[in-house]
Every structure is written in C-alpha cells, then in structure tokens.
C-alpha cells in the first residue's frame, strides 16, 4: 500500500521546499539578472503559440527545429599565413556550433558539434604538409551529429585560436610547436561551452577577435559537463533533475584508481562495502545506504557485477546516478546506478605504454593503442592490455589480474556507424580477505592486538580464480536530422572457482574455528536494448523523445560444498597443516537457476521553454524466473510485473543555476510466496528529490541534493513462531534513507583542479518483525566527506610539474544489524598524496595512500591498505 505525500511529514517538507524556492524565482527573475550581467528569460511560452502543431507522425520525423537543425559545413579551406595556416570551415550558422577541444600526443582535436560535413568531393577533407611544422589537417564526420577536426604537428602540438567570422564561418589559425616557440601547450580555454543542447552558448557573429582554444591533455579535465546515464543520450547534467557525479580518466589516472572501490571514494553517499584494495573479490558499491546489487553496468548494459575488483584499463570514466533508474534499466537496487563507460576507437593514431611499481611487490603495466585501419578512417580499432600482479601487507597473499579488450568501429556510411568489442579479464589470488576478529582489533583482547598481518586463512586449500569473457555490439543509424536508432547488446560470462574460510573466535579469544568451503559459480547473461531517438516540436515546446524494448536473459549454477578445518591460533599461527577435516561430501550442493525479463520505455526531455524544462518517463517490466537443481526441471516462479515512473522539473533562473525536483521509483523482483500462497510483490523504492546545480565560468560544477528514499516491501520473518519455524516470510518490510549530499569539480584557476564531496546519510529500518525499528544500516556512516585537489606549475623551468593532496574523512558506522553499541566501527581520516611531471609525451608519477599510515576499518572486520607508495611512468604518442 502506497502512502500519501501528505502523511509522511518529511517528503511534504521536500515538496514544499521545491515548491518555496520555485515559487519566489519565478517572480523575481528580473532582479537575479541583474547579477554579474547574467540574463534570463523574462517571459515563458505559452504552451501553444502561433506555430502550427503537429498532428501526424509523418510531420514529425519531417521537422527541423531551429536549436537541433544540424549545420552543414560546405567546404574546407587551408590557406597559409606568416604564422602557419588558417583553417576555414565555411558556414553560415557559425553561431549554432558547439565546440569541445582536446588532444592527443601531437594531434590537436577539436569535436564541433550540431554540424556535418556536406563537401563537393564527400564527407572527408585531408591535407597533408600544408606549412613547415604541421603534418596533416583531417575533417571528418565523427558521427551523426559530430565533425572532428584534427591537426597533427610535427615537433609538438599545434597553437590554435579559433575566430567566428561572420563572412567565412569558423576559422582556425594554426601555429606549429616550433613557430610559437611553445615545447607544449597549456593555454587555458576561453571558448564558452553550451549551456544545454536547446541554448548553447554562441560565439560572437561581429568581431573577428580569437579565442584561444586551450587543450590539456587527452581529456577533458576535471569537470564533466554532459553524461549518458541520466537519460540514456548525452544530455548537460545540468539540464538532468537527478543527481549524477561523473569520475572522469584524469581524475583516475591522477589518483592512480585500480579498481571501483578507489573510484566512488570521489562521489558524495557511495562507498565500497568490502576491502577496497585489490584484496577485496567482489565488494559493492553502496549507494545512499542501499547496496548496489545488479546496478554496475557497461555503457548503459547490465551484464556481471564482477567488475568491481578488476583492473580499469579499459575504463573511460565512471557515471553515477543516484537514487532509483528503473525507468531506464529495470529492475535493481533503489540506491542508484554505476556505469563504467569503456574507450572507444580514436580515428588518430594514439598509441600510450604506462609501468608502474610499488609497496609490497606491486607491479602494473598497460598499453592502449588505437587509430584508423584504412585510409579512408572509416574502420577504426582501440586495444587495451593490463596486467597486474602484487602481494599485500597480509601474510602469504598475492595475486595477478590480466585484462584484455579490443573495440573496433565501422562507419558504414554518413548514417550509419558499427562498433563490436570485447573483453577479457582473468583473476588469481589468494583468500586474504576475510579479515580479523573483532576481539583484539576493534575491541580489547586480553592476548593483546592482533598483528595487522595476519592472515586467518592461509594455507587456503584453493586460490581463487575469476574469468570474465564479455562481446558486444553498438548499431547507430541516423534516419534524419533529428531521428536516430540505437540497437546495443551485451553477452557476458563469469566463472567463479573460490574457496572460503568462515571463522569466530573461541571462548580463549585467541584461537579460529574454521569451516571451509569450496564454490564454484557460473553465470551467462545477454542483454539486447534497442530504442529510437526523436527530436521535434509542438506549437513551441521541444521535444527529445526515447522510445525502447530491452531483453534480458540470465542463468547462473552454483556448485559447491563444505565442511570442518582446523583450528588457527591468531597469536601463535602455525600454518602449513592440512586445512580441511571433516569433508564428506565436496559438492554437497549444485543449483541452477534462469531469469528473463522485457522492458519497455519512453522518456520525454520538454523543453517548455529556454530555461524551464520537463523530464516524464515510464517503464514497464515483465519478469520471469526458475530455480532448480542441475539435472533437474526447473521451478517456475509466478511472474513479476512493475511499472516505474519518473517525474523531473529543471528551472534555470539565470543560466549558471539550475534549480530541480524529481519523483523516480524502482522495481527489484523477490521471487515467492507467504504461509497463505500470496505471492511476494517486487521491492519497490520510492524516491523524492530537489536539489541545486550550479556552472561556474564552464569550469567548476557544483550539486547540491535533499532526498527522502523508501524501500518497501522488504521481507521479514513472520511473527507466527510455527510458521517462523518453517522458514515462511511477510512482506511488510520498510527501509528508509534521507540525506544530503554536495559535489563539486573541476578548476579553480589554471593548473588547480579539484574534486570534492560531503555526505550526510541517515539510513534505518522503519518497519520490521525482527530488526529493530530505527536501527541503523551496517557500513553506512552518517558524515563522509572527501577531497581531492592537483596543481601544476604553467610556465618557468618547473612547467608541468604537479602536486596532489586528497583527504578522505568516514564518520562511525554500525559494524552490525541488528546494531550492537560494542561494534561501532571508529571514524578516520584517511590522507593520499601525488608528484607527477609531465613533459611532452612523457610522465612520470608518485602516489602515496594512507600518507600518516592509518590503522583503520574499511568495513566490518576489514581493515583498510597501511601505506603505500607506487611510481608510474608513460609515454603517449
């Protein structure tokens, strides 16, 4: 039964509190304009005004919209200078493109979007040696709605300005490395990027003065303006009523991130539960107190969540949306979504080598090549290589990781673009990660503290080991101007052999009883998504409409048995005997079980008008699913069925602000039946959010969010001891989290970048028959902060070096639920610390983490890495 807003005090405030700050800026617009010299619309639309509507789907497909025609650049001049070249694009719409700058190696590219190329000889332009210094200058159709435009210098990288001429279009002025007298460059970019996809930014159309366009590496910095997994399409985060914190390489790179449990310490309201380190098999991310079970996907696909502990060589960057995103990727945990965005083909040559080594025999290395297979650049392939292999500041642990994955990309034509990738990724290690007693670690011991070392497990009968094979396919077909199909599948494949320790300690608080287990778990799962793109008008509201069918299709077996081990003494450890005992029967368990599930969606983006902005969407699912033993028929479970909506307003009363409020709910199957035979209704999570997003001068975004996040539904024991007894359940469950949460990222001022958060997480239980009522979630602290900051020197002798600091603040958190007032987990604060140097296509790095050597806790009985230092070197060209 769903309560109504007005009953539950705490959402009402919410709505009220979006409601108080909507309500006044409406009415006050005119005065905030006034500030800095920012304007604003003074007047909204009409919903109908004198434009004719459109009433059929003919008209629709047909339309061309003012903000989303694309611009057609109809020719490509090279003319020399005294300086170098100038590069002409010839257009007459100039004002509409949006420009994104980067480079790689040699290679200065800029990315100009809304355009395509219409040349009297094709969709390609290439010169090559056009002046002393300059290699090459390409301008291709990047993709539907892209140009690339590339220039590649001979000794270095090439100074570019841009300048908007009203009588020729954009013009490049090109100078090589050499002729400025630059050995590289690190302008800073004065190009004002779009404020959304229906108002960007518009260089000036009367004066011929240049903007320096300004590049830093092959990344886009610190600051991520647009993201994928909010609305399925690369939309402004800005204009997304949702909270969504982007991790973008260079942060990765800067703070040498391995694996996902490194990467959310930068996002306010998630952690890893689990060891972070590389010691950690398969923890997950916690997001807004729920754990994130099924909810890390790859580029917009669900397959494993195995990821989690592997190497991120092939890893882009890492988006995450907070709170319930059942509309766009059914069912899952109502806390929120991770995807891991993968690199894709460059049509440049790029070709990076990185090693690295550190503490305790830690050793990585990586290539990433990529670049064009013919000359036309119409086939293009990326290769990533990792391999890993270190032990731990625990006894007798090591482990190794191999991670391989090729993408290649066709464009078939204009329209029409095919990109097939694969991964492999392979895992041996050691169990070291059970961690340690409470009883001399967290609490006293009369035998004293346990040796942070220790490890209670070895001699492990069995390592490890994980497999991951993974393909997929992504089809775009433009069908117009503003129609365009997506068709995306994934295919994935785990094999999990591990053997396990489970251990507590006896009466004398120094010896481990011991039960081992072996398991081995397999699990396929293929996922097909398949949905259109359309963007048009009616009367003068705009609109980009997502309709989709997904498919999903799972099977998992789990293989495994177990028994009694032998005894460890923790203070006086002798190890080296025979581990298992009293093992009958080694495979005393073998499971199968299948799920399927289709989806069907649509999600409107409205634009009511330039700064007030409407997201609907909806989804509807049918889940089935079948449990048995192998070689057995499968048990069919009664079918689930669940609709989530979601619900967004985006007001922006100048353009650097955008004020937000949004309803989601979320879905997550539970399979079975009460003592009476009612079958078990999905969890449902229920979200209500409202939040401020701010753009600082295009280099700094900042989020500020309120919540109120109920999972109902849950399943409890059922109070009826008899029915206790026999293991039956009641689904009147409740678990509620409000908080609030800040991010910011990006520069603060040339060479100082910056990513930063703070949490505030109060996570319970509000209804159940056996916990009690207003416990508190286990790991899930109520305070956690982090930040993280580099600076590198612009100019002089000393150019290019840079320094980083980062402090990582938990607060104290319950180690146990039920709670237990002994096993509250201490808070900490955690500091890292990096030098790099950066010279041409060199780079060199050093990375301390835990600097002061903390003793502290990751999570319940895990303690966390002492410190560490590891030194990386790469060469990109």
Do not use: C
């Not at 600097?851 to 990386?872: K, M, N, R």
Request: a negative charge; zero cysteines.
């Amino acid at each position: 039964m769903r309560s109504n807003i007005l009953q539950q005090p705490w959402r009402f405030f919410i709505f009220n509190l979006g409601i108080g700050i909507f309500a006044p800026l409406l009415l006050t617009q005119a005065a905030l304009a006034k500030s800095k010299g920012s304007q604003v619309i003074t007047e909204i639309p009409t919903f109908i005004d004198s434009q004719p509507l459109s009433t059929t789907a003919k008209d629709l497909l047909s339309q061309n919209t003012d903000n989303d025609l694309v611009v057609k650049i109809t020719q490509v001049k090279v003319n020399t200078t005294n300086k170098g070249i100038d590069v002409i694009l010839e257009t007459t719409a100039s004002e509409k493109l949006q420009i994104d700058v980067k480079s790689q190696g040699n290679n200065f590219i800029v990315d100009i979007k809304n355009a395509q190329l219409f040349l009297p000889s094709g969709n390609k332009f290439s010169q090559e040696q056009p002046a002393q210094g300059i290699t090459t200058v390409t301008a291709t159709n990047f993709d539907a709605n892209t140009i690339r435009l590339t220039v590649t210098g001979e000794a270095g990288l090439p100074v570019v300005e841009l300048y908007d001429s009203p009588r020729e279009g954009l013009v490049f002025a090109v100078a090589s490395a050499a002729a400025s007298g630059q050995q590289t460059q690190t302008p800073q970019p004065e190009t004002e990027q779009p404020a959304s996809e229906t108002q960007p930014e518009q260089p000036s159309a009367e004066s011929d003065e240049p903007i320096e366009l300004v590049v830093t590496g092959e990344q886009d910095g610190y600051r991520v303006p647009n993201a994928s997994v909010g609305t399925k399409i690369d939309t402004p985060l800005r204009d997304i009523p949702q909270a969504i914190q982007v991790i973008p390489q260079q942060v990765l790179k800067d703070q040498q991130v391995t694996n996902l449990g490194e990467a959310v310490r930068n996002v306010s309201g998630v952690r890893q539960v689990g060891n972070s380190s590389s010691r950690g098999n398969n923890a997950l991310p916690n997001i807004r107190g729920f754990l994130s079970q099924g909810n890390i996907i790859t580029n917009g696909l669900s397959g494993d969540n195995i990821d989690s502990g592997f190497n991120f060589a092939n890893v882009e960057r890492i988006e995450v949306l907070k709170g319930p995103a059942s509309v766009l990727y059914g069912q899952g945990s109502p806390g929120g979504v991770v995807n891991l965005v993968t690199k894709k083909p460059l049509a440049e040559p790029y070709y990076f080598i990185e090693a690295s080594a550190g503490s305790y025999n830690s050793y990585r290395s990586a290539i990433d090549l990529s670049g064009p297979l013919n000359d036309s650049k119409t086939v293009l392939y990326r290769l990533n290589v990792a391999a890993l292999t270190t032990e731990s500041f625990v006894d007798f642990y090591d482990e190794q990781q191999y991670v391989v994955a090729p993408t290649f990309s066709w464009q078939i034509s204009d329209r029409t673009k095919f990109t097939i990738a694969g991964e492999y990724k392979e895992r041996s290690k050691d169990n070291g990660n059970f961690g340690i007693p409470f009883e001399g670690s967290l609490l006293p011991n009369p035998n004293g503290r346990i040796p942070r070392n220790r490890n209670p497990v070895w001699p492990d009968p069995k390592r490890t080991e994980i497999s991951k094979y993974q393909a997929s396919y992504d089809l775009e077909h433009r069908f117009s101007e503003n129609w365009q199909l997506r068709s995306a599948f994934l295919f994935s494949r785990v094999v999990n052999d591990r053997s396990l320790l489970d251990a507590g300690l006896t009466e004398n608080l120094r010896t481990l009883d011991r039960d081992y287990s072996y398991n081995r778990a397999t699990s396929e799962n293929y996922n097909f998504d398949t949905y259109t793109v359309g963007k048009f008008q009616t009367g003068s509201i705009g609109h980009q409409l997502v309709i989709g069918f997904n498919y999903k299709w799972g099977e998992s077996s789990d293989v495994g048995g177990g028994g009694a081990a032998n005894q460890l003494d923790l203070f006086n450890p002798v190890y080296g005997q025979r581990i298992r005992l009293g093992l009958n029967d080694e495979f005393a368990y073998a499971d199968r079980s299948q799920a399927d599930s289709y989806g069907f969606y649509i999600q409107d983006q409205v634009t009511l008008a330039e700064n007030f902005k409407l997201l609907l969407g909806g989804r509807y699912d049918i889940a089935n699913s079948r449990a048995g033993a192998i070689g057995e028929e499968l048990t069919e479970s009664p079918q689930e069925q669940a609709f989530s909506p979601r619900v967004g307003i985006v007001y922006q009363p100048i353009e650097p602000i955008s004020l937000y409020a949004s309803y989601s709910r979320s879905f997550n199957p539970v399979g079975g039946r009460d003592f009476d035979g009612n079958l078990f209704e999905p969890e449902d999570g229920t979200q209500y959010e409202v939040g401020v997003k701010v753009d600082l001068n295009d280099k700094l975004s900042a989020t500020l969010a309120l919540y109120d996040l109920t999972k109902s539904n849950v399943l409890t024991e059922d109070l009826d001891p008899a029915r206790r007894e026999l293991g039956f359940f009641v689904q009147i469950g409740e678990q509620r989290s409000r908080g609030i949460e800040f991010d910011v990222s990006g520069e603060i001022l040339p060479g100082w970048n910056i990513i930063a958060n703070y949490a505030f997480t109060d996570a319970i239980v509000t209804k159940d028959n056996t916990l009690p009522v207003g416990d508190e979630f286990d790991n899930v602290p109520k305070h956690s902060a982090s930040l993280w900051t580099t600076y590198e020197i612009q100019s002089g002798s000393l150019q290019g070096l840079s320094f980083g600091v980062g402090v990582f603040y938990v607060g104290e958190r319950q180690a146990l639920l039920p709670n237990d007032s002994q096993y509250i987990l201490p808070s900490y604060v955690s500091t890292d610390a990096a030098i790099f140097y950066r010279r041409d296509r060199f780079r060199a790095a050093l990375n301390f983490k835990n600097l002061f050597d903390l003793y502290y806790f990751e999570s319940a009985g895990l303690l966390g890495d002492p410190f560490t230092v590891q030194g990386t070197v790469s060469w990109e060209f």
